[in-house]
């Protein structure tokens, strides 16, 4: 499949046009549940978070076939190894014929007992984010005291791809804020020898969702996220994200919901891949009229009002909280999300 760089390439070339040919690749958030609350990420201040149904990934799964999509991402704004069937999810997809099936997780619960189902089932990549270099600061930066058990993780992944001789890639991703540029090396040495690539990312404002990230890096004008620093952003011509909701969005990183282009509670995914929603939205991004969208936030490094696409499925915030993110421990035991999922259901 290549080196990251050559995806990326592969991702961002293409034909920039309102009605374009439906995408050989999309993101599928099984979950908005996370175990971890980054400092930098806005999933902690996520309200109603929530998990796929099984019946909307097996129908987007095979609705995503049909249309001619070889290549999913099983995760976007949550934490994909809280899900409990997300072994059972690769193997289905395999079976269905998808030629690449990819994964980033923060690896806290890639311990040998969830990550060997999930690898067996097929995964074709896995890339751990891991945002800090030493223990202490990991600690602060993700929100838990996970980082040695991360290491862990990576290096049991690394031996039992080698030992099995699966053609799994592995890959480790830092996002570095003022306070961690000084680690990127530290890490970099102690997941090298485990590793097909190093990955490191600049902090952004997650797509114009966290103007407060100014505040603790350097975030480009030009937004760097998902762009490679074209004049127009390639991911409503490239793809779509489907939400743990089963609506779909035109952005990856859209915590706010505010870029729902379709519900497919209502829909197919061809119909609004090609619906009008879809459609004037990319008119948008090609005349270059985004005043009002979170696009020009995201692109312009800005903090302005923002007009959802589709007011009915927006997304409120509540303050961060670092309780709020899902303990995927309860009495030293390990649970899943659906257990989480059910404790949290009155607050969340
Ligand atoms: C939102 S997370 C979801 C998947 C999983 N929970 C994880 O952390 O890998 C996907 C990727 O976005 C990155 N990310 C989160 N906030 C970011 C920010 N403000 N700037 C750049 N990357 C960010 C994470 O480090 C991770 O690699
Ligand atoms: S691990 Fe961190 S970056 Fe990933 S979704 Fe959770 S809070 Fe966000």
Redesign the pocket.
Known sequence: MGSLAQRKRLVTLGKYKEAPEFPKEFFLDLTSF?N???VF?A??MIKNKTTMQEEMVHRVFQEAYECGVTDIGLYA???SFLVRKLADYIAFAKNIGFSYLFITT?GALATPERAKPVIDAGLDSIKF?ISAGTRNTYKKI?GRDDFDLVLKNLRWISRYRDEKKYDLKIYVTMVYTNETQSEVEMLESLVRPFIDEWDPHELTNQCGNMPENNSIGDIRSENPRGRGRRRVCYQPFKGFTVTPEGTVSACIIDYSRDLVVGDLNQSTLSEIWEGEVYKNFRRRHLTRNLDGLICHNCMNNAEEPVDPLLPEYKHDYRDRNIESSADATIDGKEVYFDEISEMNRDSD
């Open positions: 996370c971890h609350s980054c990420c999933n902690p704004t949550g934490e923060n984010s993700q």
